[in-house]
Structures are given as C-alpha cells and as structure tokens.
C-alpha cells in the first residue's frame, strides 16, 4: 500500500490521513474541493489532539486525474455526496486498488450476496446503481470507525475520543490484502481489529446510531439527555428490537439487548451526534444510510417495524422542512 488517497478530509477522512502522512508509510494524497482544498493546500494536514497539533505537508487536488491511480481509495465523504465522488473518482482506481468506505451507516454494497434481494441495489442508497457501477464490488473492503472527530475550520481535526477502526472483507472470511491494510492503519497508530464479519460490525454499529443520531437531531437533545427521558429510552429500544430481527434475517444477529446498549452509550457521557452536528452546521442529513436503508431492507423482508416507520417519517419530515433532506419526487 504505497499510495494513498483520503476521498473527503472531513472530520474522519482528516483523520485518518493525518495519521497515514504523518507516520510516513505511504504516499497520502487528498482529493477534496472549496476550503478544505485551500486549507490543506497552504497548511498540510492538520489534527488537533490533547498532546498538541500535528502537521503534515499534504498533497491535495480538486481532480482525480491530478493524483493518479492509488493503492489504496479511503471514502469518507457524507452519504449525500456518495453518488457524485462515485462518478469522479475512476482516475484514482488502477487495476488493483482496494476502496475502503469510511462512512457512517449502511453501505450501498451490503446485500450484495443476500439471497432476497437478487443483487437489486438498495433504492435508498443507490437508486440507478450507479455508485456498484462505478466502485464494483470486488475493490470494496469494509469498514467500520469507532472515533470521534470534527472539524473547528475547514482543513483542521480535532480528535476527541476513540481510534478504533476495524476492516475486512465484504464477503467475510480474512485475506491478504485486508491484512495490508491493517498493518498501514496499524502504522498510522490506530487500534485496528482485522474482521472475518464486517457485515455483522457493521450493523451493530448501526444498531446504536439508528436511533442516537435522527432522535439528538430532531430534539436537539445531547445523548445523554436522550437516554435520561424514559418515554424517549423506550421508543428508542422498540426501534431497536426492530433492527434486531432484521439484523436476525440478514445474518448480523446482535447479541446485546438495547437497555445494554444503551448503559455503554450513557458511559461517552454528554455528546453531540454527527447528525445533530450536521444540523446545527446547515449540513444535509445522512439519512438515507442510517435509517431509510434500515426501513427498506426490513420492508423488503417483509418485517413488522411500526417503529422505525415512525423514526424515518419523523426524522424525513424534520429534515425537509429545514431543508437538509431532499423532497419527495412529485
């Protein structure tokens, strides 16, 4: 894994290639545009941490075809942008390059193999196919990010907790390449966890963001202040018992109750969600991936899930009267 390119240096995508560059392994190279180009155009890469700054000279372009086939592709753009960095990225691809998606929620690749659904993409994620048409799904290695990152000014990280990451192969099992990029990501300082069942980490991740992030966003409310009202606790654990029989069905079973689940979150203590972050910022609301690809694959299923209707209808709603989700087509 020689060279190395961060597809979005945002929050994540900042800090995982802050991390790469500075420890020296690989050629890292940023495709990104507006200020966060600017910025990391003039200061290098830059992440905020409780031992100080660390600074990286950073080679960062605005077309794919500046940089060149890579080894390795890290996405880690918002959902909402997913289609468009999708349909720009060919130049970065060689015949060999892996494409790591460092995104919050349900990836566009995740039923791939999943009988019911006869290799029919998820409408709510990539309705023309165009994102399994332009990543295909033999590059794809998946990815789930334990840490939590945001960005004071375009171009600047600041780590607050957690450097978690754990990869591994769509399909399962462990391979050779996986474990490359485990040993570059190890290199860079993070705790990587090299899995033989990323899809079921995948969804257990999602199984607590489902609900934190669409409810903090609509109320406003910290975590901490979500979990502290027993009506709230309860509509979110009956969103989650949902979640679990889908996860049951698709091969993810998770083996936690939400009242669990909910005692580990009450631990971070008082935080924003992304999506209330995203909210307060003007930002579009990653909903599609953490909630109406949940309400899809369970309706494909054929599942009961009165819940988590009533979590995307609200949270949809919410985010089209302020204007961060799109409309419904008329």
């Known amino acids: 894994m020689k060279k190395v390119c961060i597809v979005g240096a945002g929050a994540i995508g900042g800090f995982i290639g802050t991390r790469l560059a500075a420890a020296g392994h690989a050629q890292v190279s940023a495709l990104a545009r507006g200020a966060t180009l600017s910025a990391l155009q003039q200061h290098g890469w830059r992440l905020q941490t409780a031992e100080g700054l660390v600074q990286v000279p950073a080679r960062a372009a605005l077309l794919a075809q500046d940089l060149g086939p890579q080894d390795l592709v890290i996405i880690a753009v918002k959902g909402p942008a997913l289609s468009h960095v999708a349909g720009q990225i060919g130049p970065l691809l060689g015949p060999e390059t892996a494409v790591l998606p460092a995104m919050n ?91 033989a069942q990323i899809k079921a980490d995948i969804w257990y991740k999602l199984w607590g963001n489902l609900t934190m ?68 910022a003007g930002r579009p609301i990653e909903l599609d991936s953490i909630v109406s690809a949940v309400q899809e694959i369970g309706q494909r299923l054929g599942i009961e899930m009165p819940n988590i209707n009533a979590l995307l209808g609200l949270s949809r709603l919410f985010g089209r009267v302020r204007r961060l989700y799109p409309e419904a087509p008329k």
């Open 213 to 280: 992030n669409p409810v903090s966003a609509i109320t406003g409310a910290t975590i901490d202040r979500v979990l502290a009202d027993p009506l709230v606790r309860a509509f979110c654990s009956a969103v989650m018992s949902e979640a679990a029989e889908i996860g049951r069905r698709i091969g993810c079973p998770i083996e936690q109750d939400p009242e669990d689940r909910h005692v580990v979150t009450a631990k971070l203590g008082t935080f924003k969600s992304s999506m209330l972050q995203d909210v307060e």
């Open 105 to 195: 929620g349900v990836p566009w690749w995740f039923t791939d193999g999943v009988d019911e659904f006869q290799g029919a993409p998820l409408q709510s994620l990539d309705p023309e196919g165009l994102v399994a048409r332009n990543i295909t799904s033999e590059r794809v290695v998946g990815a789930v990010v334990h840490a939590s990152t945001s960005t004071p000014e375009p171009g600047l990280v600041k780590h607050t907790m957690g450097q978690g990451l754990i990869v591994g192969e769509p399909s399962g099992g462990r391979s050779l390449r996986v474990h490359q990029i485990v040993g570059l990501l190890e290199a860079g300082g993070f705790d990587v966890t090299h899995s």
